[in-house]
């Protein structure tokens, strides 16, 4: 007897995010089985205070990574209430945001809902994008179809359609043909679209002489990227940051092999004032930075049953303080590339990481945003 082995499928499949449309469902309320708690984030309809409605406005203050940090304490808030209750199976929760620029600074939470939907499956979790002008009466009607799409953790309302956050797979002129809908495994929520031909540039962000600041530079990812960078130039300078007071011996010793300039310093992203005197510094001795790397980051895995206010402000301190930080230091100055290091827990959710997952998508979403106010001119 003898068996054959499958044949391997590997191969490399670059995705983009595209809105998917779905269609509308004409069933009754009782169909959903259960009435979703609704959760008004950062947003509330004009009429809401007047609409016969149970919904629960968030109360958020301050700068926008505090209003995101408070966003993300309510739902695990509500969540760990209804967990406490012996709801779990029974859980439906309905985030909502408005659909402008600022609203979808706050599309991070899907992560954190995603990793609801897996920790405690059967249960419906969203996070719902509506037009600003909604109206109360409109959004019930809204909400309704969206929770019979429950199979979805992130949808938006656009000139009166719903659709779906989704993948749209894309070839780089290669010959490889990969199966995306075997690598999902049709997972409704992972699910790449047919690929489409794209022309995407091979230019490399890096130039000689250049000076890159790496944060989180002695752990793995940095680390790699230090090792690129120095093979791809020559003079560079990489200025490699972190909470400890020096590198671990083995780090200092592999980034001495490296043929750049590799410098350590001990700076917390999360510390404003470290962050903005590290620059002034690298500006005083070099005249300008040429690149950024954010690879720091932090996790503290745990269910969400069990996240404690500690846990999860630590987890996105370096992601969404830090990132705020890194703005405020680069200020006007014309980077080469400002690259941020995010996490697939920020798309699909992560069992024991619903912290991480919102901390990277609030990088993710900010990305979104900074690019968009790139092609204006405005950074």
């Not at 959760?39 to 958020?60: E, G, I, R, T, Y």
């Not at 009466?137 to 949808?155: D, K, R, V």
């Not at 996790?299 to 996240?307: A, E, G, N, T």
Request: aromatic share 6%; net charge negative.
């Amino acid at each position: 007897m003898t068996s054959r082995v499958p044949e391997s499928r590997e191969g490399v499949l670059l995705v983009q995010p595209e809105w998917q449309e779905l269609p509308k469902r004409s069933l009754p309320a009782e169909a959903v089985g259960v009435e979703p708690a609704v959760l008004l984030c950062n947003w509330a309809p004009q009429d809401f205070a007047a609409a016969d409605v149970s919904w629960k406005q968030m109360v958020l203050t301050g700068a926008l990574e505090a209003r995101y940090g408070q966003a993300v304490q309510a739902i695990l808030h509500h969540v760990q209430q209804q967990l406490a209750m012996q709801r779990s199976h029974r859980m439906a929760v309905q985030v909502v945001v408005a659909g402008d620029e600022q609203g979808r600074r706050f599309a991070g939470l899907s992560g954190l809902l995603r990793t609801v939907r897996l920790e405690h499956p059967g249960c419906l979790a969203q996070l719902v994008e509506v037009q600003p002008e909604t109206s109360a009466a409109m959004l019930i009607e809204q909400l309704h179809q969206c929770a019979l799409h429950a199979e979805e953790s992130h949808l938006r309302w656009e000139a009166g359609e719903l659709k779906r956050a989704g993948w749209q797979a894309v070839d780089v002129d290669r010959d490889e043909n990969v199966d995306t809908n075997e690598m999902t495994n049709g997972n409704a929520e992972t699910e790449v679209k047919t690929k489409r031909k794209t022309s995407v540039p091979r230019l490399s962000p890096w130039r000689d002489g250049g000076v890159y600041v790496i944060t989180g530079g002695a752990g793995g990812l940095g680390r790699i990227w230090a090792r690129e960078i120095s093979v791809q130039t020559e003079g560079s300078t990489l200025i490699l940051t972190g909470r400890s007071p020096t590198m671990p011996e083995t780090v200092q010793r592999e980034m001495a092999q490296l043929p750049a300039r590799v410098l350590y310093e001990t700076v917390d992203v999360t510390n404003r004032e470290a962050v903005n005197a590290l620059f002034r510094r690298l500006r005083q001795q070099y005249g300008r930075v040429n690149g950024v790397l954010h690879c720091a980051g932090e996790i503290r895995d745990s269910l969400i049953r069990y996240k404690t206010e500690s846990d999860w402000q630590a987890v996105l301190a370096p992601k969404v303080v830090g990132i705020r930080n890194l703005e405020e230091a680069i200020g006007t100055e014309a980077l080469d590339v400002l690259l941020l290091f995010s996490s697939g827990a920020a798309v699909t959710g992560n069992a024991g990481q619903g912290d991480y997952a919102a901390a990277n998508g609030y990088m993710d979403a900010y990305a979104v945003s900074r690019n968009a106010r790139m092609k204006r001119g405005e950074c």
